[in-house]
């Protein structure tokens, strides 16, 4: 018994420091950054500009790159389609950004997605995060990077703000739907 709770504190110690250890916080701010697309942000670090990807959402595309051809491909949709969708969801996000003079950065140095961006989670002055409002105002999909017992709660955000028709659900939801890969909603 004795061992049993020794190893469980060992390992809920070890989980603690692992946990504390892949994160990092750094407070940015606005002008230190650049909106890149819906879901992706150029930030000023001390030594460079690094591209980060919002953790947790996926915007569409405003730029025709590999990601861009291949929606255009599994959707359907025509350029001038997607590009719109992409162009209004980067919008939406300056605009989110200029709300704020200063964020807060959570990230992890060491973890890159496969386009080399960091991941993070900016948050605003408030401690909001900014994909969460994205999903929330209907410019962006939940797109979970970790595997979860639970869904993730962006899921519902999506959900409501699909049924609310917010953002780009009200504005284009036929193409919403086919860029998200969402059921529709009644």
Known sequence: ??????????????????????S????VAADRITVEDGDTLLISFDDGVKRVQLIDIDA????DN???????KRTGLDYDTLY???AIATKHLRKLLAED????????????????????????????SISE???MNGYAIAKPSGKLNTPHPYVALQ??????????WGLLPKQTRLWSGSAPTQ
């Open 133 to 135: 409002k994205m999903v």
């Open 66 to 72: 590999a990601k861009f051809k291949v929606d255009m």
């Open 60 to 63: 569409p595309e405003d730029t």
């Open 101 to 128: 003079d200063g964020f807060k950065l959570v990230y992890e140095p060491d973890r890159l997605d496969r386009y080399g961006r960091l991941l993070g989670d900016l948050r605003d002055e408030e401690g909001v």
């Open 24 to 27: 990092k916080e750094l407070s």
């Open 159 to 168: 959900r409501r703000a699909q049924l609310e028709k917010r953002g780009l």
């Open 1 to 22: 018994m004795l061992i049993k709770t020794t190893l469980n504190l060992m390992g809920l110690m070890l989980f603690f420091v692992a946990s504390q250890s892949w």
């Open 84 to 86: 719109s969708l992409g």
